[in-house]
């Protein structure tokens, strides 16, 4: 924007809040667009009280004219017969004023704009919308969709494809974005005999615009700038009507923390506990859960009076008699106590982070003074060289730290057991405790290497984490369950996640609190506000994101993208094997973008040969997917799976076993039957053998009832990924290998028409 048109916009907004206004007149709104070089039609404003002139008419030029109420009171014009087209005389216009001046009594109506009647193309897809907003997460965001007065039915049939969001951390791409939207399609005109109306440069270069001025000192002021609808023109892009509201920034900005530290908190060298009891309470089991991940008794110690030692570890009465300041404090105490705790630290300089795990610290009401006085403490010692602790929670459950060897989760290890494995290249951000633990005891076979819980984020954030986090080349997977961003934080953690995904590394996001029920459910839990659920979804898979739909969306991509870590997807060449037929026209019918392509010659003469030997030639042939009976046993079952495997023509694969017959061992070890699953020989233990010794991606499928979940458990265990149903196992391998075959072809999104956006099930 050059000079003089900033000052304009800069004047407009300034006399608006001078005013006490919060929106702009529409005169003063097609001041703003005048000066980011987008046409409007030639107007006059005729104050309330006065008359249209035969001279301001002329000045219009136009045979029609549009005929608009202002009003600051008025945002839709057209719901309160506040637009008229008609004639361009002096009688025709005064006569509609005159008319609406008296319909719209009882508003406080400035005056009237009369404006040209502007000619367009007529049809679906004439209309755009265009808009810059103010929004708490990510700050100004342009949207872009169809426009005119049937727009939310338009969002609401076209869905994620109907609208695109832009953000400056992710303003990449634009052109390839905007391609992929239906609604693109019809303004393009693509869906008009190919008569286009703008080009997709047009909608690109429109979008720069409206990202550039959000960047600037008046477009950060505005709340919504709406242009709705812009029409294409022989003469370029033209606004027709405009929506301006200005904004109150925030009071006080939200402190500025020394993320630094959180290698203190992730990694701490020392650490003390205070709230733990001679009992069994929460701060007492936290002590014997860090000792069990291996943090060193002589590194740690427990606040608490009356000396001696608790599980080994010493008893010191009070943070000054600590013999130094500690990396780490775990706060486990009431609510009430927090502050003072948090104030001592702050005055000694006691620690370097801290985890405080109890709610009550505002998140209800009536607790918000308890937050404040303990962000007020932090705010003080932020102000020092030293730079204060960073503090996680409250109202969280803990963290677990594989790099820090502790955990601080107060869930007893009989209700979470130690997985005693290698961890998992696995990182779990999450706001709720409880949604954390429950995807840990889901992950059979997976260990994060991270499982963190922010709670209430009075300090440090979600986006802080995966700032950090992202730097730490051994987690390839960041699970992120967000509520609520803290104001602005959504912007970081879009960054954050942006490079991860640029390093060919993956984000999985599901966002909780998108309705209006679930947003209140989210603020009385966390004190977080879920926002705008559509900006976020929207911006997160532009920065290659994957969105979960669902919380078992969620559960498989996680568990998809842990247990496949460095597993090849060479193609969409999909080889399918079962032991009953209507899995394998399941398989058929369930393909999505795979294929099945033909088996080579020699992989189809050891099948046969394998079938002969059970005589099972002349019923069944080696087509894929393959059909093994259920007469195949278990050594035959894992060598035909492996020779559909290892065929040249197979790019990935999926393993079905109905577990029914009698020919697998598919059964925990019971008295009533020979069976046992964890046996050697067992179909179980030699599929997991396999999964460990193939480089190619593939997946498995128990579908049966509660009696062979322990199946499914052992495969899960092996590293097996295993879906109940093939349907689901597709839609979400899918998803996988669209994402890996994306990162081997150097792009964030192999197919961006709304690919990105994840439902597998139910």
């Known amino acids: 924007m050059d000079e003089p048109a900033d000052h304009r916009a800069t004047d407009v907004v300034a006399r608006a809040r001078a005013e006490g206004r919060s929106a702009l007149l529409e005169t003063e709104a097609y001041t703003l667009v005048d000066a980011l070089g987008i046409r409007v039609p030639a107007f006059v404003f005729v104050p309330a009280g006065a008359s249209a002139t035969a001279r301001q008419l002329a000045a219009v030029g136009t045979a029609e004219v549009v005929v608009k109420v202002v009003s600051p009171g008025i945002r839709h014009k057209t719901e309160v017969d506040g637009v ?55 700050g100004p ?37 905007l391609a992929a939207k239906a609604f693109s399609i019809l303004v393009t005109g693509a869906a008009r005999d190919g008569i286009a109306q703008a080009s997709i440069g047009d909608l690109a270069a429109l979008v720069r615009k409206l990202l550039h001025f959000g960047s ?13 609808p812009l029409v294409f023109t022989d003469l370029g892009p033209t606004a027709l009507d ?37 009992g069994t309470n929460p701060g007492r089991t936290i002590l014997r859960n860090m000792l069990r991940a291996g ?47 948090v104030e001592e630290v702050v005055a000694r300089r006691a620690a370097e982070s801290l985890i405080v795990i109890p709610g009550g610290l505002g998140e209800r009401p009536g607790t918000e003074a308890l937050e404040r006085r303990l962000v007020d403490a932090l705010a003080t010692s932020r102000s020092t060289t030293w730079e204060g602790p960073v503090l996680n929670g409250g109202n969280c459950l803990g963290v677990r730290s594989v790099p820090g060897h502790y955990d601080t989760l107060f869930i007893p ?98 966002r909780g609190g998108r309705t209006p029920a679930g947003i209140r459910a989210s603020a009385s839990h966390t004190a977080s506000i879920a926002r705008d659920y559509a900006v976020t979804r929207e911006l997160a898979e532009a920065a290659g994101v994957l969105v979960a739909e669902h919380l078992d969306d969620f559960d498989d991509l996680v568990r998809l993208f842990g247990y496949l870590h460095g597993k090849q997807v060479g193609g969409w060449r999909l080889g399918g094997i079962s032991n009953a037929g209507f899995e394998c026209v399941g398989i058929a019918d369930s393909l999505g973008s795979f294929q099945l392509g033909p088996l080579a010659p020699a992989t189809v003469e050891r099948l046969v040969a394998i079938f002969r030997s059970h005589r099972l030639d002349g019923v069944v042939a080696p087509d894929n997917p393959v059909d093994l009976t259920p007469i195949l046993r278990d050594a035959e079952y894992a060598d035909a799976v492996r020779l559909v495997l290892e ?87 899918e998803v996988f290998c669209r994402r890996q075959l994306a990162v081997g072809h150097g792009s964030q999104v192999a197919e961006p028409a709304g690919n990105v956006v994840v439902s597998t099930g139910p």
Request: proline share 6%.
């Open 295 to 341: 943090f060193p008794a002589n590194r740690l110690a427990v606040i608490k009076a009356g000396g001696g030692h608790i599980d080994g570890v010493p008893c010191v009465p009070e943070l000054a008699a600590l013999p130094g300041p500690v990396d780490l404090l775990v706060v486990s105490v009431a609510a009430l106590q927090v502050p003072q705790i």
């Open 413 to 510: 290890d009989h209700k979470l057991p130690p997985r005693g494995q290698a961890p998992a290249p696995l990182a779990v951000i999450a706001q709720s405790g409880a949604f954390a633990v429950s995807r840990a005891s889901k992950l059979v076979g997976l260990d994060p290497r991270y499982l963190i819980t922010v709670g209430n984020q009075s300090d440090l954030t979600v986006g802080d984490y995966l700032a950090h986090l992202k730097n730490d080349l051994d987690v390839a997977v960041f699970a992120c369950y967000v509520e609520g961003f803290r104001p602005m934080d959504a912007r970081q953690w879009l960054d954050a996640a942006a490079e991860i995904t640029a390093s060919g590394r993956h984000v999985i996001l599901y």
């Open 647 to 733: 065929d040249p023509g197979v790019d990935v694969g999926i393993v079905g076993c109905v577990p029914l017959t009698p020919a697998l061992a598919t059964l925990p070890a019971d008295a009533a039957h020979r069976e046992d699953h964890r046996a050697e020989h067992s179909v179980t233990t030699l599929l997991g053998r396999l999964k460990a010794e193939t480089s190619k991606a593939w997946v498995a499928v128990v579908d049966a009832g509660p009696m062979y979940d322990s199946m499914a458990a052992h495969l899960l265990e092996l590293g097996v990924p295993t879906f109940r149903t093939v349907d689901r196992a597709l839609r979400a391998f």
């Open 216 to 228: 600037t000192a008046v477009g950060a002021t505005l709340a919504e700038f709406e242009i709705n």
């Open 84 to 138: 008229r087209l008609v004639p361009g005389t002096v009688d025709a216009v005064n006569q509609a004023i005159t008319a609406m001046r008296r319909t719209l009594s009882a508003h406080d109506v400035t005056g009237f704009l009369v404006a040209a009647k502007v000619r367009y193309a007529e049809g679906l897809g004439a209309e755009l919308l265009l808009g810059l907003r103010w929004t708490d997460d990510f």
């Open 141 to 177: 965001v342009v949207t872009m969709g169809l426009g005119g007065v049937h727009v939310e039915e338009f969002a609401r049939e076209l869905g994620s494809s109907g609208i695109a969001v832009f953000a400056p951390p992710v303003a990449g791409r634009i052109e390839q974005r």
């Open 242 to 278: 405009v929506l301006a509201t200005v904004r109150t920034p925030e009071a006080g900005a939200r402190l500025a923390r020394p993320t630094h530290k959180l290698r203190a908190l992730l990694e701490p060298r020392s650490a003390a506990v205070i709230g733990v009891s001679e």
